[in-house]
């Protein structure tokens, strides 16, 4: 019975020198390079007004995608009746002015304006989403 104490004693004692040996080799072989201070390790980015036209535009796209395949599920026969409906809530609070949205040309704008157009879009795209999920999950 001693011996057998024993026995697990030892083992545990040895699997644990190994462990912590093992440890301390992974951590000096895979030290990490302190050669750049921690601001470098993200790139820096500039936005710059060509990348904010070229982002307008997208999202512009998107959301115009977005709007016809949202009316395209809520005129499928199998659309539910609380998708339909909050479908047709967008239509007639936003139709009109999305439809001015997709006549936009960004290029002829100053960042200002397209930082206030971008912000619209992304709360209409959250509106339309809301209905899409409505006329999908229900």
């Known amino acids: 019975m001693k011996n057998q104490h024993i026995l697990q004693l030892s083992t545990l004692l040895i699997g644990t020198v190994?462990?912590?040996t093992g440890c301390s080799f992974f951590k000096s072989s895979h030290s990490l390079n302190?050669?750049?201070p921690i601001n470098e390790l993200v790139p820096n980015t500039e936005v710059t007004l060509e990348t904010k036209i070229e982002s307008a535009a997208d999202m512009c796209s998107f959301l115009k995608?977005?709007?016809a395949k949202m009316q395209e599920?809520?005129?499928a026969q199998d659309a539910s009746p609380d998708?339909?409906?909050a479908a047709k809530a967008v239509e007639e609070q936003h139709d009109d002015r999305l439809q001015e949205l997709f006549a936009l040309d960004f290029s002829t704008m100053d960042e200002t304006q397209i930082?206030?157009?971008?912000v619209e879009m992304t709360?209409?795209?959250t509106v339309i989403r809301e209905a899409r999920d409505a006329l999908t999950f229900n």
């Open 115 to 118: 930082d206030s157009y971008l």
């Open 65 to 67: 995608t977005s709007y």
């Open 73 to 75: 599920l809520a005129a």
């Open 123 to 125: 709360d209409l795209i």
């Open 34 to 36: 302190t050669d750049s």
């Open 83 to 85: 998708g339909v409906k």
């Open 18 to 20: 190994l462990f912590l």
